[in-house]
């Protein structure tokens, strides 16, 4: 309990914080999914090619990763209720910005910049829900605030197509941003206790430095392979991050506790089955999204109502994996979850265009099921291996792993996109060479799951949780 707070107020403050951090939970991912089948769309209206249309989702990515950890650490020290408040202010206003975009340039600046906002929320959000609930609740409570993204997720497909093909695509921002100021208001005037267990500790500003440009590099340079310029960048990111490491761990109160990784298996090992589940699953929905519309020519609304199917399992499976994970060892319903996800990746191998929704429906849900089984219990394991100051820096990596792996993973794609049809479009001259694409990224995935399975594993069975 915060100090000077009554079990009254404690409650309270326990209720709100939740339907604030479940909305953030919900409107983040419902616009992430949402524009995922506004692609085409934007494409045709603002003239974007296929690599560039990654554009969209990865520059979001890239600045929402970069900043997650230095934000993690502001937000132990700081004040959690602060951040997600900044948070949430920056992403509106940036949501909006989105919406207004004319030219392809400026919507995806305010792409970065609502990147910004969202590793202030994700630095934040995680942490708030550990500190305000009992350990006998977390594995519940995260469960149902997983449940919440999953129900974002499942209902963008369906509102976001059908408001992409009715209102066009800037309905979408428009939306979220109307949300984000009822998020506001709600932390404003429902949230009244500020957890920062760190408020001692001095920031690393030079450490953050080192970070940003290194994470930059590399996410970057990642996103421009085969090419020359990529494989630079790549290595001087990959040589920035072993800088960052040595510089970090002399320092008394690092951005990144470093020794967190080394000393504690459980953190270590979640974080990095996190950081491979998302890279070998986050394009999924994009490269069905362009197969549903372009290969078999449905409309969005149609398309979106096929997609739901994965994120509408998610949701029902990881409330019940949530709770399930208060019981029951995290690591064998993590690595269950993964290999559930393995299976399901190696069969959208054999998707062409001739494929029904009789094969492709069952196979997301698959997906579903292995992706709800892994979330909710990884997250805890994850959050219930650190201390109370710790929190927000465990909760910004564990975004930081799952932004990485979604900017890897659209990295992949676009790689292979680019491969096999270079510059051009998606329509039916280039679909033959986009399905190649599709065939080995979906190939590369299976194969990066399947080693996920076995870093979920490694992690052992002791849990502590923060006292």
């Not at 990066?448 to 870093?455: M, N």
Request: charged share 10%; net charge positive; aromatic share 10%.
């Amino acid at each position: 309990m915060a100090m000077g707070e009554s079990s009254t107020d404690q409650q309270y403050n326990r209720g709100i914080l939740l339907v604030v951090i479940m909305l953030s939970s919900f409107f983040n991912p419902f616009m992430s999914a949402g524009i995922n089948v506004a692609l085409p769309q934007i494409g045709e209206d603002l003239s974007i090619n296929a690599v560039g249309l990654t554009w969209i989702s990865m520059s979001f990515l890239l600045s929402s990763a970069v900043l997650l950890v230095p934000f993690g650490k502001l937000s132990d020290i700081w004040g959690r209720k602060k951040m997600l408040l900044y948070g949430n202010v920056v992403f509106t206003v940036f949501t909006l910005g989105c919406a207004l975009s004319t030219t392809w340039e400026m919507l995806i600046t305010a792409r970065l910049l609502q990147g910004l906002g969202s590793a202030m929320i994700l630095s934040s959000g995680m942490a708030l829900i550990v500190s305000a609930f009992p350990p006998e609740k977390r594995g519940r409570i995260i469960g149902i605030n997983t449940s919440a993204t999953y129900i974002g997720l499942s209902a963008a497909p369906l509102v976001g197509g059908f408001l992409t093909q009715q209102l066009g695509w800037q309905s979408l921002f428009f939306i979220n941003a109307a949300a984000g100021c009822l998020i506001v208001v709600g932390i404003l005037y429902g949230i009244k206790t500020e957890w920062a267990e760190a408020r001692n500790d001095r920031f690393d500003l030079a450490g953050s430095l080192i970070y940003l440009v290194a994470m930059a590099s590399l996410m970057f340079g990642f996103s421009r392979l085969p090419g020359t310029d990529g494989f630079l960048l790549t290595a001087a990111g990959l040589a920035g991050i072993a800088i960052f490491v040595a510089v970090e761990l002399r320092i008394p109160t690092p951005v990144l506790n470093i020794r967190l990784f080394r000393e504690n298996r459980i953190f270590g090992f979640s974080n990095l089955a996190a950081l491979i589940n998302y890279a070998a699953t986050f394009a999924i929905t994009f490269l069905l999204s362009l197969y549903l519309q372009k290969a078999r020519g449905y409309t969005p609304s149609a398309a979106g109502l096929i997609l739901v199917t994965q994120p509408v399992m998610m949701a029902i499976v990881a409330t019940i994996s949530g709770r399930l994970s208060d019981r029951i060892d995290s690591r064998i319903l993590s690595s269950l979850g993964m290999a559930i996800i393995s299976g399901g990746l190696f069969l959208l191998i054999f998707v062409n265009v001739q494929t029904g929704n009789a094969y492709l429906v069952p196979v997301l849900a698959l997906l579903g099921l292995g992706f709800g089984l892994f979330s909710s219990p990884n997250t805890h394991s994850i959050m219930s291996s650190v201390e109370k100051k710790y929190l927000g820096t465990a909760s910004a990596t564990l975004g930081t792993m799952r932004l990485t792996g979604m900017m890897f993973s659209m990295g992949i794609a676009a790689m292979a996109v680019h491969i096999f049809i270079g510059e051009a479009v998606i329509d039916a001259s280039t679909v033959p060479g986009f399905l190649k694409a599709m065939k080995v990224v979906f190939t590369v995935f299976t194969i990066v799951c399947v080693l996920g399975v076995f870093a979920s594993l490694a992690r052992g069975k002791k849990q502590v949780s923060p006292s």
